[in-house]
C-alpha cells in the first residue's frame, strides 16, 4: 500500500510540473527532442550535425521550414535545467572538423537548448525553443527494473548470461558465483567482487565482436560519480526458489542495493528527465550488429522492444498535455547509412523496420507517430563503382579509422580504400531466421563473415566561408521534418 | 552459402593497390585486364535539385472576397426567386393554364440551374486535385517518399481512366506499383510513361491554335475582330489543354484557370524574355519590316503559343523532370515554317 501511495505522489508532482511547464510555454512553445541510442550509436555526432546544420545553415532540402526559408536565423541559448550539464557541442565540432576524429562517447545525460526564430506559414513571427536532452540508450533499459524486484531480474540476467554467445564471456564470473551463498552472511569483499566479475561480463558483450545491446543494469558500464558505491556493487545472485532473504544475509544485501539503485539512479532520471520529453528519436547501429552475428542482431531486437517499453507514446491532447506529456513523435533512425551503398538504404531501413514493428504497431494504436530511416548525421565516405572482372559492386569510398582491420590489413588512417560491405538481403526475414541466418565476427573467423562495416574517419571538408564548412549528411533533414517541422508550420 | 547463392562476399580495396585503377566517370576507355576499377560516382546529394516554384502563392488568410460574392449571389437568387414567385401567381390569377405553364418553365429552369452548379463545383473539384497532385508529385520529387509516391501514382491513373489512349500506359504504371522502385523515380516512370502522348498532343494543338491566330490576325480587317479572335481562340486552347491533361472545367473553372494561366505567364515572363523572345523579336522585325500585317500576325501567334505554354503547367498534373519541357523556340519554329509555306 505504501508503494501505492509514493506512486500517486510521484504522479502528482509530475503532473504539476506539467502544468507550470505548459503555462511557460504557452506562448513560447518548446520542445523536448530526447536523443538516444545505445553506445557508438553516434547519439553525439547526431546532436553536433544538427545544431552545426541549423545554426550555420546546412543543405536540407526536405526540411520544409528550412528549405523554404522560412526559418530566420537558430542560435544557442543557456538551458534551463542547472543541474544538468551542457552538451560540449563547440568542442565536439572542433574535433569533428579540425582533428577529423569522431567525437567521444556519451556518458552522461547532457542538454543544449537551441532558440529557432522562425515565420509560421500564415506569416506571424514565432520562436520555438529546442532542448536536446541527450542520455545514454542503456539508461533506458534500466526503466522496466522499476517494476522488477531483485529476485526476478537477478533470475532473468543468469539466464540471458547462460545463453550463447554470453556463456564463454560470463565464464569467470559463474565461477565465483558458483562459490557464493544466498543465504551465507553478508560478505563486502564477496558482493565488490561478484559486481566487478558481472561488469566486467557485461563490457565484454560489448566488445565489437560480440556487439550485445541487452545489458542492463546501464550504470555498471557507465558509473559516473556513483563509481564504487554501494548502490552499483550487486550483481545477481543463484536464489533459492519460493523462499525470502534472511536478515543478515548476502543476499538481503543486495536486495538493499538493488533497491537503492532503483531509488537513486533510475527513478531520478525518470522523473527529471525522461517523463517531459515530447519527441525522442532513437538511434540504432544496426552495422555493429551485422558485423557481429545473428545473435547481436537478436539482442539488438530485443533491447529495442525493452527501450519501446519504457516510452509513454500517444498523441498529444490539450488535457495530457497539461497532466500527463506523451512522447507523439518517435523516429528509429539507422545511423552511419554512409558506411553503406544508397541503393541499399532502403533494405537497411527494412531491417530496422522489422526489428521495431512490433512497437510500431503497438504505437499505432495510441496515436503516436513512429517512422524508421536510414541516416548518415555526418557523411564519412564517396559512392564507387568496383568492377572487378564481370562483377561490379557498389562500393563506398573512404578512409577506415586507424586500428581497423580487413583483409588482414591494418589501416593507419590516412589511406583511402573502396570498400563492399556485403549485400544485405531483399527480405529483413531471413537475417532473424535464428543462430544460422549469416556469419558474423562472433562465431566465425574474419574472413568468413558474411558483412564487414568497416569505421570511416570523418570526411575531409575544405574549409569555404566564414562559418566553416558545412557538413555532408544523408536525410538529416528528412529526420528533422519528422522530429519538428509540424512544430514550425 | 548454399541457401543464399545470389550474396557476394564482402570486400576492401586500396587504392594505393598498383592492382587498382582510380576512373574517372567520363573515362570509357577500359584499361589492362586483371585490375581492379574504381569509379566514384557522382553524389546524387550534391547535384543541383531542380526546384519548381509553386505555380501560385499559397492563399492565406480568410477569404472575405469569396463571402462578399457569395453573399450577393445569395441575395440575386433570392430576388430572382421573389420575382418569379410573383410572377406565377399573377399567372395564376388571369389564367389557370398560364399559371401552370409558368411554373413548368420555373421548375425547368431550377434543374437546369441544379444541374449547371453540380457540374461546375465538379470540374473546380477536379481542377483541384489535378493542382495538388502537381504539388504533392513536386513535394516527392524532393523528399523521395516512397508511399506517398505510391498514392501519388493511385490518383494520377485515376485521373488518367478517362482517356482511352492511355490504356497501355496505365497496364504498364499498375504493373510496376509493387516494385521497388524509389519515391522520384516512381513518379519520373509515371511521367514518362503517361505524359509523352498528352504532351505531344498538347505541343500539337498548341501550335495549331498560334497558327490559327496568326492567320487570322494577318486577315483581318479590323483590329476589334482580331482581339476577340485571339480571346476566344485562346479560351478554347486553355479549355482543350484543361481535357486533355484530366481536367473538365465548367464557366468557374475557366476563369479560374485563366487567371492561374495569366499568374503564370506574368511569373514566368521575365524568364523566357531572357531565353528565347529576343530571338523571337528579332525575327518579327524582320518579318515586320517585309509586312506590318504579317508581323503583327506572327506576333500575335507567339503570344497564343506562349499562352498555351503557361496553361501547360498549370494544368498537368505533374511536373516536368524527366520529359523536356516544351519551349517556345520550337513551337515558333513551327508556326514560322507554317507561314513560310503560305506565304
Redesign the interface.
Known sequence: MALRFSDIVEEAWLSARALRDFGDHFFNPTVRLGVTGLSRAGKTVFITALIHGLTRGG?F??FEPF?TGRIARARLEPQPDDAVPRFDYENHVRTLITERRWPNSTVDISELRLVIDYQR???ADRTLTLDIVDYPGEWLLDLPLLNKSYEQWSQESLALSREQPRAKLAAPWHAQLATLSAEGREDEQAALSAARLFTDYLRACRDERFAMSLLPPGRFLMPGNLAGSPALTFAPLDLPQQSIAPEGSLWAMMVRRYEAYKDVVVRPFFRDHFSRLDRQIVLVDALAAFNAGPEALADLEAALAGILDCFRIGRSTLLSALFRPKIDRILFAATKADHLH?SSH?RLEAVLRRAVARAVARAENTGADIDVVALAAV?AT???????GR?K?P?I?GTPASGEI??G?TFDGT?????????L??DPE?LFTGETA?RGLSSAAAEK????F?RFRPPQLDNEGPDGPAL?H?RLD?AL?FLIGDKLQ | ?SE?P???????????DPG?IVMDPDDASRPARGT??????T???LLP?A?EAPVLP?Q??FRWGAVFWTAIAGLVLLGTGLGVAHLIEDLFARSESLGWLGLGFAFAAALALVVVIAREALGLARLATIEKLHQRAAAVL??DD?PESRAILRDLLKVAHQNPQLARARATLTGHADD?I?GADLIRLAERELMTPLDQEARRLISSAAQRVSIVTAVSPRALVDVLFVFAASLRLIRQLARLYGGRPGALGMIRLMRHVIAHVAITGGMAASDSLIQQVLGHGLAAKLSQRLGEGVLNGLLTARLGLAAIDVTRPLPFTALPRPALGDLAKDLLRKRDSDV
Not at chain 2, 570486400?11 to 594505393?16: E, I, K, V, W
Not at chain 2, 581492379?36 to 560516382?41: A, D, G, I, K, N
Open positions: 543543405r532540402p526536405v528549405a506559414q500564415n506569416g544508397h532502403d557523411r564517396r559512392e564507387a563503382t568496383v568492377a572487378r562483377e559492386l562500393s569510398l580487413a583483409n590489413e589511406t583511402e580504400v573502396a570498400t563492399f560491405p556485403g549485400d538481403p531483399l531471413q549469416f563473415a558474411d558483412f564487414r568497416l555532408p544523408i528528412r521534418q | 552459402m543464399r545470389q550474396h557476394r562476399r564482402p570486400a576492401t580495396f586500396n587504392l594505393d587498382v581492379v576499377h574504381v569509379t566514384p560516382e553524389d546524387p546529394a535539385v526546384v499559397m492565406r488568410g524532393l523528399s516512397r521497388i524509389d
